[in-house]
T-cell receptor, first 111, second 113 residues
Framework: GQQLNQSPQSMFIQEGEDVSMNCTSS?????WLWYKQDPGEGPVLLIA?????ELTSNGRLTAQFGITRKDSFLNISASIPSDVGIYFC???????????FGAGTRLTVKP | NAGVMQNPRHLVRRRGQEARLRCSPM?????VYWYRQLPEEGLKFMVY????????ESGMPKERFSAEFPKEGPSILRIQQVVRGDSAAYFC???????????FGPGTRLTVT
């Protein structure tokens, strides 16, 4: 199946710093989504992107759908301790709706 | 509006037993998806169902695993004759229609002893 390469695998940052993570693929996707997962919980949808080149914000989060349709990035500005968790990118293609997930970026924020 | 519900949250089974995992989609959602997550890994797609139909089961192991989404009641993921390698977190997601965002439940953590 399609492979999503997500990087970095983990990040250790100081509270107040900005964070950037990205996802790339050799396949084209029609939709890119970013989820956050807290320990013991299911992923929570943060941002969904539907058009190539689209830039969308949700509070301190900004995500972009790459022009080539093969990549996306997520930025978090002015990080706070509750940003800690695992962030997953997901790509969706075709009408069958199945999503492919990246392996995740584990974010640690030091107060 | 209640979110996606899954039960049980934790399930312990001995090797060879059957595991039944339930998922109730969000109100108004008729599309259900099952994913499996191993520790420190991303989610792997298993199966996509609409009411009474399996649309895509390309991620489902050919043996011992089955899924259904009946006209009435929750979607069920059934694993027969469980083995230790089946231990994982199983997540269900739902969406209102094709191509729309999927919302996840809290997951069922299956442990096979």
């Amino acid at each position: 199946g399609q492979q999503l390469n997500q990087s970095p695998q983990s990040m250790f940052i100081q509270e107040g710093e900005d964070v950037s993570m990205n996802c790339t693929s050799s396949s084209i996707f029609n939709t890119w989504l970013w989820y956050k997962q807290d320990p013991g919980e299911g992923p929570v949808l943060l941002i969904a992107l539907y058009k190539a080149g689209e830039l969308t914000s949700n509070g301190r989060l900004t995500a972009q759908f790459g022009i080539t349709r093969k990549d996306s990035f997520l930025n978090i500005s002015a990080s706070i301790p509750s940003d800690v968790g695992i962030y997953f990118c997901a790509g969706q293609q075709g009408s069958n709706n199945d999503m492919r997930f990246g392996a995740g970026t584990r974010l640690t924020v030091k107060p | 509006n209640a979110g996606v519900m899954q039960n049980p949250r934790h399930l312990v089974r001995r090797r060879g037993q059957e595991a039944r995992l339930r998922c109730s989609p969000m109100k108004g959602h008729s599309h259900v998806y099952w994913y499996r997550q191993l520790p420190e890994e991303g989610l792997k797609f298993m199966v996509y169902l609409q009411k009474e139909n399996i649309i895509d089961e390309s991620g489902m192991p050919k043996e011992r695993f089955s899924a259904e989404f009946p006209k009435e009641g929750p979607s069920i993921l059934r694993i027969q004759q469980v083995v230790r390698g089946d231990s994982a977190a199983y997540f269900c997601a739902s969406s209102p229609g094709t191509g729309e965002e999927q919302y996840f439940g809290p997951g069922t953590r299956l442990t096979v002893t």
